[in-house]
């Protein structure tokens, strides 16, 4: 692990209104890692995405990827610099077919990489099955796959994936993570948002918990898990 | 029979250029969700605008080679004042209450329809005769040379549109951007780019409807803007507002009622019958002929 992360947060603030979400987070990123945020509904975890992509504009702090400050940029030019984004609930476009999602996936690029296009139907089998129907007529979980492709088709240094998880059949949850893990042993870095804590920790090299704004604790997955505080809130075990 | 073909051949040529109005006002609504009200009176300046350079800078030669510039010229004059008109009325109201926009796009109508009548006067102008008037007789069915270059130029234009928006990189990024526009940034694509790239289509496909209603009808006021952007309104919400395919067709449809109405039953009712359709067609199918393709799983 080298010294410089590849992807820092410091003191970062982000609020809707006079409404406070985030309270002065800091969190660092090395080359590839997968590190997880964890945090319950309302924590920020989503903001905290949302404000790496430049969706919402931080209060005040920094994000730093690769030497370059994000604050101020327009949400269109992040992915040009290597962050991809899988945002939360999925956000296919549902009226364009499968690979037009993904062909999109990629239009930050100059030309669409065919190599790319063909790890992802690699990754995911069942979207090349499906590549031409609309993404909309998709399941929850093929959705969600897809989301991650689409994100993968610009060739992304980090991938940002928030809450792949969610309202997914637990059988497609266990084959998106195993991808995940395929996906991070390719080189590409991670930043994972999850409420499902104990699948994140197993994937994961660290994690950051996140508490109405402000992180409440930090370490690998194996202290995380075995921290007392993070059982009894996150993998409801009572001591 | 013969009155059947008749209006066969007047409804599509007025529905042709319903249909190159209407897809200005659902492109716009397809991507920013805004009823651009001042639609209508570009459409209309347009047609003086033609007038102008006709008059101005063709120096009334209306050769093959002086029409084509009055088209080209009136068509990027009204892509130029589309994009203003964003940029001015539309973008700093983006995200503020939808009534704001409303109300925006209303006083925008106001202000070219106002503009249309300080330059060129309130009174009635004659379009010039820049098509010459040609017919053909078949079968007691009369078609004149400007109904074939409206319905032949019309259809050429909607196919290409149609593939642009289909088939290239740049349409795919305007259909990603009137589903989700934050999930088309995270892509890399630049809304405010794509938001001007339909508003340059949208006014010049309306610039090329104001000159074949000047070509057509001859007479040009600075208020009709009003009355042919309202019919061109109802033939996107016919076909389902926001939805490409379905304003051409809103707009074939609509021409085509509007004839058969007029040549059955009678003209001076053709107007009120188009709105009982519209009543009907939105009591029966509240999101238009083509609105809503796929049911969106959450």
């Known amino acids: 692990?080298?010294?410089?992360?590849?992807?820092?947060?410091?003191?970062?603030?982000v609020s809707y209104g006079s409404i406070a979400a985030i309270k002065g987070i800091s969190m660092e990123v090395h080359k590839g890692e997968i590190v997880t945020i964890l945090g319950a509904n309302g924590a920020g975890k989503t903001t905290c995405m949302r404000t790496i992509s430049q969706l919402l504009k931080a209060k005040s702090g920094s994000i730093r990827f690769k030497n370059a400050e994000l604050t101020g940029l327009p949400a269109h030019k992040i992915v040009g610099l290597g962050i991809s984004h899988s945002p939360e609930g999925r956000r296919v476009f549902g009226i364009l077919t499968v690979e037009e999602n993904l062909l999109l996936g990629a239009y930050s690029c100059k030309s669409v990489d065919r190599k790319v296009l063909e790890w992802v139907y690699d990754l995911f089998p069942r979207l090349k099955e499906r590549r031409k129907q609309l993404s909309g007529t998709l399941s929850g979980g093929e959705q969600q796959m897809l989301a991650i492709g689409r994100a993968l088709m610009s060739k992304p240094e980090m991938l940002l994936l928030d809450e792949p998880s969610l309202g997914i059949a637990p059988i497609l949850v266990k084959a998106i993570f195993k991808q995940i893990r395929a996906i991070a042993d390719n080189g590409v870095t991670v930043l994972l948002v999850e409420q499902n804590a104990k699948a994140a920790l197993k994937l994961a090299d660290r994690g950051y918990v996140l508490e109405v704004g402000k992180i409440a604790t930090s370490g690998t997955s194996e202290e995380l898990l075995s921290s007392e505080?993070?059982?009894?809130?996150?993998?409801?075990k009572k001591h | 029979m013969d009155t059947f073909f008749q209006?066969?051949?007047?409804?599509?040529?007025?529905?042709?250029?319903?249909?190159l109005v209407a897809l200005g006002y659902t492109m716009v609504y397809g991507v920013m969700r805004l009823i651009n009200f001042a639609h209508g009176d570009m459409v209309a300046a347009s047609a003086f605008v033609g007038l102008t350079i006709y008059t101005q800078v063709m120096g009334q030669s209306a050769t093959l080679f002086s029409v084509i510039m009055i088209f080209l010229l009136a068509a990027v004059s009204m892509a130029c004042v589309g994009v203003i008109l964003e940029r001015v009325a539309y973008r700093p109201l983006r995200e503020a209450p939808r009534l704001s926009a409303v109300v925006s796009a209303l006083g925008a109508s106001l202000v070219i329809q106002n503009g249309i009548m300080l330059l060129w006067g309130p009174q009635m102008r004659i379009f010039p005769e820049l098509v010459?008037?040609?017919?053909?007789?078949?079968?007691?069915?009369?078609?004149?040379?400007?109904?074939?270059?409206?319905?032949?130029?019309?259809?050429?234009l909607m196919v290409a549109l149609y593939f642009f928006v289909e088939k290239t990189r740049m349409g795919a990024a305007i259909r990603a951007s009137s589903i989700d526009q934050d999930a088309a940034r995270l892509m890399g694509i630049n809304v405010n780019t794509i938001i001007a790239t339909?508003?340059?289509?949208?006014?010049?496909?309306?610039?090329?409807?104001?000159?074949?209603?000047?070509?057509?009808?001859?007479?040009i006021t600075f208020n009709m803007g009003w009355q042919y952007g309202l019919f061109a309104f109802v033939a996107a919400i016919l076909g389902g507002i926001g939805n490409i395919p379905g304003a051409m067709l809103g707009g074939m449809l609509l021409g085509l009622f509007n004839a058969f109405i007029a040549g059955?039953?009678?003209?001076?009712?053709?107007d009120a019958f188009t709105f009982i359709l519209l009543i009907i067609i939105l009591i029966v199918r509240p999101t238009g002929i083509l609105g809503e393709r796929v049911a969106e799983k959450v």
């Open chain 1, 1 to 13: 692990m080298s010294n410089q992360p590849l992807f820092e947060i410091k003191d970062l603030e």
């Open chain 1, 229 to 236: 505080k993070v059982q009894e809130a996150y993998l409801g």
């Open chain 2, 7 to 19: 209006q066969l051949i007047n409804g599509l040529t007025i529905g042709s250029i319903y249909a």
């Open chain 2, 132 to 156: 010459p008037q040609v017919y053909w007789e078949i079968g007691g069915v009369v078609v004149s040379l400007i109904q074939v270059i409206i319905l032949i130029l019309s259809l050429v």
């Open chain 2, 198 to 219: 339909i508003f340059i289509i949208g006014s010049s496909l309306g610039a090329i409807g104001g000159l074949f209603i000047g070509l057509y009808y001859r007479g």
């Open chain 2, 264 to 270: 059955y039953v009678s003209s001076t009712w053709s």
